[in-house]
């Protein structure tokens, strides 16, 4: 525990000594009128900055993103080739003739005035993972490198299908019984079944969401309450929606900040979330209130700031998410569910109920879905795609049908 606490300070204290910024709102105004530093001190007050501006946010026609979704938008279609021009948040003609070109080569329905959510989030998960080492891998750029990340998606879904059909044409063979098995029962037994398959070296959420998100593109849109025909699909679509909303806000987070270098800060939260590893993994064992006691214990334990530890959890689930470190991604998000922010136990409900970075207990899921749900019913704010209201009544129906 004493070394536990030990990494934990000095992970925030790393943050906290890199070179002090002043965050500013988007009308120019300090926030809190204090200097601030690093990771935590800018994650905070864009935390506080968020908050004041939610009551004059602009709005654009439906189907158009907003100011913050409206930059992403525009800084994955240059990134791509499609020319939508300085990137300021605005969507104008330019913006729009950008998604038609971008709508027009992936065989979508071309109207910029109504760029579906699924449409941008295929865009977004292609743009995090050019960035990521794709166009470095591919050697490739612009529309030929999106190009070769749908191909890359269609041969991964179609190698993934091929195994389960392969089970099920082939007859199951009894093996037959080795009598060496029985002269070596001390190498066998020195073998321990492993309990836990999930961690970062798990098989991979990204690749996981991509195909979701190639199968939405091909049904043509999201899973909506009226035309729900498979639960366990439509709470696979609400779990990349909420990871895609996870990193988009803690890129949003991490923009300017400065002092830290990005390897810099991956380092850092793949260290946060090593430090994490036995919260994890303790929560397919646990009940939904004996983990989340166990963090709140764990993180009063620190002594860190509270404010300082929901920073560096919304800006490591990000990081987590985005790297397929699932220690770090679940860590963070149980974290600020300790910290008094319930809206994150969604995201371990889907964690636990397809068995990404934890073992795989759709029992517990239900109990956090239901409390992340119940919170919301009960005012706590929406932390992934707020304007959606009938969000939380598609969740509780996947929910119900998916038994």
Not at 74 to 103: C, H, K, M, P, W
Not at 254 to 273: H, I
Not at 313 to 321: H, Q
Request: aromatic fraction near 8%; charge should be negative; charged fraction near 15%.
């Amino acid at each position: 525990m004493i070394i536990r606490l030990i990494l934990t300070l000095g992970i925030a204290l790393s943050f906290a000594m890199a070179a002090p910024q002043i965050a500013r709102a988007d009308a120019g105004d300090f926030i809190g009128g204090a200097v601030v530093g690093g990771v935590l001190g800018y994650a905070i007050g864009k935390d506080q900055q968020k908050k004041k501006a939610q009551t004059t946010t602009r709005t654009y026609r439906s189907g158009i993103p907003s100011t913050t979704q409206g930059a992403q938008t525009q800084t994955a279609l240059n990134y791509f080739g499609y020319n939508a021009g300085r990137v300021d948040g605005q969507v104008g003609s330019g913006t729009r003739a950008a998604i038609e070109r971008y709508q027009a080569s992936m065989g979508y329905p071309v109207n910029g005035y109504d760029f579906q959510p699924y449409q941008y989030d295929f865009l977004m998960q292609a743009y995090y993972w050019g960035t990521s080492g794709g166009q470095a891998a591919t050697q490739l750029s612009g529309q030929p490198l999106l190009m070769a990340y749908r191909q890359q998606l269609q041969s991964e879904t179609a190698l993934a299908a091929a195994p389960q059909a392969a089970a099920q044409a082939t007859p199951a063979v009894a093996p037959q019984e080795d009598a060496s098995a029985t002269d070596s029962s001390e190498e066998t037994n020195s073998s321990l079944p492993s309990l836990f398959s999930g961690g970062t070296g798990g098989p991979s959420l990204a690749n996981r969401c991509s195909a979701v998100m190639l199968q939405t593109s091909t049904n043509g849109g999201y899973t909506t309450l009226s035309n729900m025909s498979d639960p366990n699909f439509a709470l696979s679509e609400q779990f990349c929606l909420a990871r895609s909303y996870a990193m988009a806000t803690g890129e949003e987070l991490m923009e300017d900040v400065q002092g830290l270098t990005p390897d810099q800060v991956a380092a850092q939260c793949s260290a946060f979330g090593e430090t994490l590893e036995p919260q994890v993994v303790a929560l397919s064992l646990s009940s939904k209130a004996e983990a989340e006691s166990q963090m709140r214990t764990f993180a009063l334990d620190t002594g860190l700031d509270p404010e300082d530890l929901v920073a560096t959890s919304k800006v490591c689930l990000a990081i987590g998410y985005r790297q397929d470190n699932m220690d770090s991604a679940i860590g963070s998000a149980l974290m600020l569910v300790a910290m008094g922010e319930p809206a994150y136990g969604e995201l371990i409900g889907h964690h636990l109920r397809e068995g990404f970075g934890v073992q795989e207990r759709r029992d517990l899921a239900m109990q956090w879905y239901d409390a992340s749900l119940s919170a919301l019913d009960a005012g706590s704010q929406a932390v992934f795609l707020p304007s959606q209201s009938d969000r939380p009544e598609l969740l509780r129906t996947a929910m119900t049908k998916s038994q």
